[in-house]
Nanobody, 125 residues
Framework: QVQLVESGGGLVQAGGSLRLSCAAS????????MGWFRQAPGKGREFVSS????????YYTDSVKGRFAISRDNAKNTVYLQMNSLKPEDTAVYYC??????????????????WGQGTQVTVSS
């Protein structure tokens, strides 16, 4: 069992930056690949980024490539999402999730086992 708690969301102007954190409980954190998803009002939950257990394999959805960076610190049981050059269309609730294995190649919501409660990111124009 893994429990996840996101933090770091907030209100930022377009072009600004935020760093989201996802703290995990449990001793099995480094056995799980981790992902970030987001859900905008009236839309489905979409994949943003994922990372494997060691941090050397990452994936990004096209719309955030070059602007967002995922990383993890297994000693702190935490995964991060650094978001730069934010755009109004990045506005959403951001969720972290734990994958069923240590790999990062999971892109569908239903592939992830554990979820946090989400943190709101609002980007003003």
């Amino acid at each position: 069992q893994v429990q996840l708690v996101e933090s770091g969301g907030g209100l930022v102007q377009a072009g600004g930056s935020l760093r989201l954190s996802c703290a995990a409980s449990g001793r099995t954190f480094n056995m799980h690949g981790m992902g970030w998803f987001r859900q905008a009002p009236g839309k489905g939950r979409e994949f943003v980024s994922s990372i494997n257990w060691s941090g050397d394999s990452t994936y990004y959805t096209d719309s955030v490539k070059g602007r967002f960076a995922i990383s993890r610190d297994n000693a702190k049981n935490t995964v991060y999402l650094q978001m730069n050059s934010l755009k109004p269309e990045d506005t959403a609730v951001y969720y972290c999730a734990a994958a069923p294995t240590s790999r990062s190649d999971y892109f569908r919501r239903d592939e992830y086992e554990y979820w946090g409660q989400g943190t709101q990111v609002t980007v003003s124009s």
